[in-house]
């Protein structure tokens, strides 16, 4: 099992930036897949940006160029740095984290909340 707490999230004005952390209960070295997710008002949850522990990593169409997904091994805690935010980023960004060891299963922590506005 794994516990996922988001922090970093906030107030931002257009072309701000803001960087999200996202630590993991456990060592994430041997979780198959960690991303960012994100959930507007009314809006289903989106991916944002994903790794695998296999070395691949893809992002959103609309974030690509703005933002990037990193992770610190021996902080068990995965980062999503956000630039050149704009008031379409806005929305609850959710930390995922995909186990197979014992079938696949998916973990979320409780979301953190980014406004981008003037």
């Known amino acids: 099992q794994v516990q996922l707490v988001e922090s970093g999230g906030g107030l931002v004005q257009p072309g701000g930036s803001l960087r999200l952390s996202c630590a993991a209960s456990r060592s994430i070295f041997s979780i198959y897949a960690m991303g960012w997710y994100r959930q507007a008002s009314g809006n289903e949850r989106d991916l944002v940006a994903v790794?695998?522990?296999?070395?691949?990593?893809d992002y959103a169409d609309s974030v690509k160029g703005r933002f990037t997904i990193s992770r610190d091994n021996t902080k068990n805690t995965v980062y999503l740095q956000m630039n050149s935010l704009k008031p379409e980023d806005t929305a609850v960004y959710f930390c995922?984290?995909?186990?197979?060891?014992?079938?696949?299963?998916?973990?979320w922590g409780q979301g953190t909340q980014v406004t981008v506005s003037s």
């Open positions: 790794f695998t522990n296999g070395g691949r990593t």
């Open positions: 995922n984290a995909v186990t197979v060891n014992r079938g696949v299963q998916n973990y």
